[in-house]
């Protein structure tokens, strides 16, 4: 479904990804783990075309995206909730998730996509009229899912989804993405918490400043002793 190819990307003169390659097949969830400046986040960005790669190709399904705006990438059906959340505060979360289907006409499927949201997030439906700036941090990172889960997309880019949240709430919200797989929707998924990413994730990636150092399915990262002293805090 996704394919990076030797992607090279730079802040100005700083060269953030040294031509990394990754595959995501249809139905999977893979999982980038790295620690802060390993270029997880850039990747997502590159992928949805924040920034653009000097290097290399970024194909969708085939296509060749390193030429197309970021709207042109979110109609052909990726969709990211970024790090920190970055809601709407002044919208409602209704108004939040109207964001997130800007680009389509079907009025009967962003009514059924609003109510499969509700399902998934009963918590927003409770607080539908509620400014997102006054949500909870884990109110605000489901609506930032939500959003994204709006403009129905095939591939899905979760970036630090249980960032500065409660060990109860980062169960929850990994519950969540477990079922959000299972419901058919790809995942590329940036998460610092190594151990939680790889009880959900089939394969995994491993960055370091900017390149990748290890792959493997989750199972065999799990045991690998570099990723155990390194990511999942074993001796």
């Given at each position: 479904?996704?394919?990076?190819?030797?992607?090279?990307?730079?802040?100005?003169?700083?060269?953030?990804?040294?031509?990394?390659?990754?595959?995501?097949?249809?139905?999977?969830?893979?999982?980038?783990?790295?620690?802060?400046?390993?270029?997880?986040?850039?990747?997502?960005?590159?992928?949805?075309?924040?920034?653009?790669?000097?290097?290399?190709?970024?194909?969708?399904?085939?296509?060749?995206?390193?030429?197309?705006s970021s709207p042109?990438?979110?109609?052909?059906?990726?969709?990211?909730?970024?790090?920190?959340?970055?809601?709407?505060?002044?919208?409602?979360?209704?108004?939040?998730?109207?964001?997130?289907?800007?680009?389509?006409?079907?009025?009967?499927?962003?009514?059924?996509?609003?109510?499969r949201v509700f399902?998934?997030?009963?918590?927003?439906?409770?607080?539908?009229?509620?400014?997102?700036?006054?949500?909870?941090?884990?109110?605000?990172?489901?609506?930032?899912?939500?959003?994204?889960?709006?403009?129905?997309?095939?591939?899905?880019?979760?970036?630090?989804?249980?960032?500065?949240?409660?060990?109860?709430?980062?169960?929850?919200?990994?519950?969540?993405?477990?079922?959000?797989?299972?419901?058919?929707?790809?995942?590329?998924?940036?998460?610092?918490?190594?151990?939680?990413?790889?009880?959900?994730?089939?394969?995994?990636?491993?960055?370091?400043?900017?390149?990748?150092?290890?792959?493997?399915?989750?199972?065999?990262?799990?045991?690998?002793?570099?990723?155990?002293?390194?990511?999942?805090?074993?001796?």
């Amino acid at each position: 479904m996704l394919e990076l190819i030797d992607v090279h990307t730079y802040y100005g003169n700083i060269q953030a990804l040294k031509g990394i390659s990754i595959h995501v097949e249809p139905g999977e969830v893979v999982t980038l783990i790295g620690s802060n400046g390993a270029g997880k986040t850039t990747t997502l960005r590159t992928i949805q075309g924040l920034l653009r790669p000097r290097q290399g190709k970024i194909l969708f399904e085939g296509q060749d995206l390193s030429s197309s705006s970021s709207p042109e990438i979110v109609r052909l059906g990726i969709a990211q909730s970024p790090e920190g959340r970055m809601i709407f505060p002044r919208m409602t979360v209704l108004e939040n998730l109207e964001m997130g289907a800007f680009h389509r006409q079907d009025k009967a499927g962003i009514q059924a996509d609003m109510e499969r949201v509700f399902t998934l997030f009963p918590r927003l439906q409770e607080r539908i009229k509620q400014k997102g700036g006054t949500l909870s941090g884990g109110e605000q990172q489901m609506l930032a899912i939500a959003r994204a889960l709006m403009a129905r997309p095939r591939l899905l880019l979760l970036d630090e989804p249980s960032m500065g949240l409660a060990p109860m709430l980062v169960n929850q919200i990994f519950s969540i993405i477990h079922e959000i797989s299972d419901q058919g929707t790809t995942i590329l998924l940036v998460e610092q918490n190594a151990r939680m990413a790889l009880t959900v994730a089939n394969r995994g990636y491993v960055l370091q400043t900017g390149e990748i150092v290890l792959t493997g399915s989750a199972k065999e990262l799990q045991v690998n002793e570099t990723v155990r002293k390194a990511y999942l805090g074993e001796e």
